[in-house]
């Protein structure tokens, strides 16, 4: 009779062995060393044993990221992305209304086509490199440029410089009484911030109207929240593989999902960041700074409200209470301390333009008007309008319902369940455009790519094993 039981781990506990655990029998020969450091990447706390979670060693996942990273290394892959990404951009010029999205396709269209004959002339070294630059400068920095020197932008870029103008002059970021469309500022007193460059800077010189460009602000918001993402959630791997983050991060920002909203808007830019950040922040325990980036999130878009909450469950269930409690009260306090002056001198513009103008409940209907299901059905009138609210907040319910009856375990898990609900909020809103969905693909793409995993469970750090804690049984034959 073989035992299958694993070296190094504690014999199984419970009602079908009857035995206690034991711990496995390990040599005694090796030599007394000093205590080893833990880990680079894994908190120093002891996590706490979760309902249900199995001790056994981790499997790898079942979809290798290592094969992914093949496959995508490969030129048919990497030809594919890039004719892709130009037949998207070229469609642009053809059923766009708008002259920024036909001028940004006419530009971005070549530069895919470039950067997929570079993938295959290439050699495989340089090939992934060079295509990306290549697509980054020719679907974000060459067609940004233009239109920030000619003034060209979609609205809300124009709403934060202005609401940044009126923030400085009359202490408050909304008109009194919106007469248009472009008169209504949907965003939260801290967006003002990406318009004060314009403050400082003017629009009397090259350089003035390109570094005051709110845009360019968003974009490095962006960057900066992206890569301090990375850094935290990246694995220790022997040699350095794959700590570098620029190549990810230079096929993502030059891809059309990123790409197109960077150069005609980007005010949802800085909003993705900071929820990336977040989860990353929640998951490596760091519970201040934590508390300030949902603080900031919270105060850009109440569409980020959700990602507090999120947060609060993956530090309450890796760390425990107080550490949820501190982040909680971080983030609800500096929210409250930005919002409540603004909430106080003029609820009424704060309630019409941030709340009832995006879910297209004002007598001025929001520019925001993609095909989407919440559309179609507020198309119909007043009782489809209430209809696809209501299908919004049950759904909406269902996914607090999933997240309190399942917290997440990693940054992933949190970042997969904010995902999901805003996505849904974004389908079912009466108003919405496709632009919104970046943010919850970002979510579910970014982390992975970081961590170098498909998982959503948290992985266990080598040589952590809880003893005398009730382990799997395992088959004996």
Same mark, same amino acid.
């Given at each position: ?19 206690? &655990?034991?711990?496995?029998q390990t040599s005694t020969t090796e030599a007394p060393s000093r205590p080893r450091r833990p880990q680079r990447g894994f908190s120093v706390r002891p996590v706490p044993r979760q309902r249900g979670e199995s001790t056994f060693p981790p499997t790898p996942d079942r979809l290798n990221t290592a094969r992914l990273a093949r496959l995508a290394s490969t030129r048919t892959v990497q030809l594919l992305g890039c004719l892709v990404a130009a037949g998207w951009a070229a469609a642009f010029p053809l059923v766009s209304d708008l002259p920024n999205q036909r001028q940004w396709g006419l530009i971005a269209a070549p530069g895919y086509v470039l950067a997929g004959v570079l993938c295959l002339t ?116 022997? &040699? ?92 609800? &306090? ?62 909406? +319910? ?61 992985? +266990? ?17």
């Amino acid at each position: 009779m073989v035992s299958t039981r694993t070296p190094g781990y504690p014999r199984p506990r419970g009602r079908f062995t009857g035995r206690g &655990g034991t711990p496995a029998q390990t040599s005694t020969t090796e030599a007394p060393s000093r205590p080893r450091r833990p880990q680079r990447g894994f908190s120093v706390r002891p996590v706490p044993r979760q309902r249900g979670e199995s001790t056994f060693p981790p499997t790898p996942d079942r979809l290798n990221t290592a094969r992914l990273a093949r496959l995508a290394s490969t030129r048919t892959v990497q030809l594919l992305g890039c004719l892709v990404a130009a037949g998207w951009a070229a469609a642009f010029p053809l059923v766009s209304d708008l002259p920024n999205q036909r001028q940004w396709g006419l530009i971005a269209a070549p530069g895919y086509v470039l950067a997929g004959v570079l993938c295959l002339t290439l050699p495989r070294r340089f090939a992934a490199k060079a295509a990306a630059s290549v697509a980054l400068v020719g679907a974000v920095l060459v067609p940004l440029g233009l239109l920030a020197l000619q003034g060209r932008h979609q609205s809300e870029v124009m709403v934060v410089e202005r609401s940044a103008h009126l923030l400085l002059t009359t202490g408050t970021a909304y008109l009194p009484h919106p007469a248009v469309v472009t008169d209504y500022n949907p965003y939260l007193p801290a967006m003002s911030l990406f318009g004060m460059p314009r403050q400082l800077f003017g629009d009397s010189t090259a350089f003035a109207r390109v570094a005051g460009d709110a845009r360019i602000w968003f974009a490095l918001t962006f960057f900066v929240c992206m890569l301090a993402a990375w850094r935290l959630l990246r694995p220790t791997r022997p &040699g350095g593989e794959g700590r570098a983050p620029l190549l990810p991060l230079a096929v993502l920002t030059a891809s059309p999902l990123i790409a197109l909203a960077l150069v005609v808007g980007g005010v949802d830019l800085p909003l993705i960041g900071v929820c990336c950040l977040a989860m990353a922040l929640a998951e490596r325990d760091r519970t201040v700074a934590a508390g300030l980036v949902l603080a900031l999130a919270c105060t850009l878009k109440w569409t980020a409200w959700p990602a507090l909450p999120v947060a609060v469950l993956l530090l309450w269930r890796l760390y425990g209470r107080r550490p949820a409690a501190r982040t909680a009260l971080i983030g609800v &306090g500096v929210s409250a301390l930005v919002i409540l002056p603004s909430a106080l001198t003029q609820a009424d513009a704060l309630r019409e333009q941030v709340v009832r103008f995006p879910l297209g409940m004002t007598a001025i209907r929001t520019p925001a008007g993609s095909p989407l299901p919440g559309k179609v059905l507020a198309g119909f009138g007043p009782t489809g309008h209430a209809i696809s609210l209501a299908l919004m907040t049950v759904a909406l +319910v269902a996914v607090a319902i999933w997240l309190l009856a399942r917290p997440p375990v990693s940054a992933i898990a949190a970042a997969d369940l904010l995902a999901a609900g805003l996505a849904i909020a974004f389908m079912l809103a009466p108003a919405g455009r496709f632009g919104y969905l970046a943010l919850p693909a970002v979510l579910v793409i970014w982390p992975r790519l970081a961590a170098r995993r498909w998982s959503s469970r948290r992985p +266990v750090p080598p040589g952590r094993v809880r003893r005398g804690r009730p382990q799997p049984a395992l088959p004996r034959g």
